[in-house]
């Protein structure tokens, strides 16, 4: 850095990564762009987009849950934590979910 000051990135699990964007362009980037709706956010994150990214998906709800370009925010604990809540197995494909199941799932 050019003010004396040092930046310290420190991903002992290798997962992460940085990357240097202009101002103002952070929503812009390819890895951001490509990322599904906050799980906390009730505007962008419903029961419609929800049935409408997960209906034609034949892979296990929980799988989906953890994926991050269909729903943020929800890792394994939660995604165990939403699925108990809601009374669906993880192991359920998403196009044989009900809407019953979506609602609760969402909620």
């Not at 990322?35 to 998906?57: I, Q, R």
């Not at 934590?81 to 197995?89: D, G, N, P, R, Y």
């Amino acid at each position: 850095m050019t003010d004396g000051n040092s930046l310290v990135y420190n991903d002992v699990r290798k997962f992460g990564t940085m990357h240097l964007v202009n101002k103002g362009e952070e929503l812009n980037h390819p890895s951001i762009k490509k990322l599904g709706p906050e799980v906390n956010n009730e505007d962008t994150f419903t029961e419609e987009y929800f049935e409408e990214s997960t209906s034609k998906k034949i892979k296990n709800i929980k799988e989906v849950l953890l994926d991050q370009e269909v729903v943020c925010g929800i890792g394994n604990i939660y995604a165990d934590e939403i699925l108990f809540a809601a009374k669906v197995h993880p192991q359920v494909k998403c196009n044989e979910l009900d809407t019953v199941q979506i609602s609760s799932i969402v909620r």
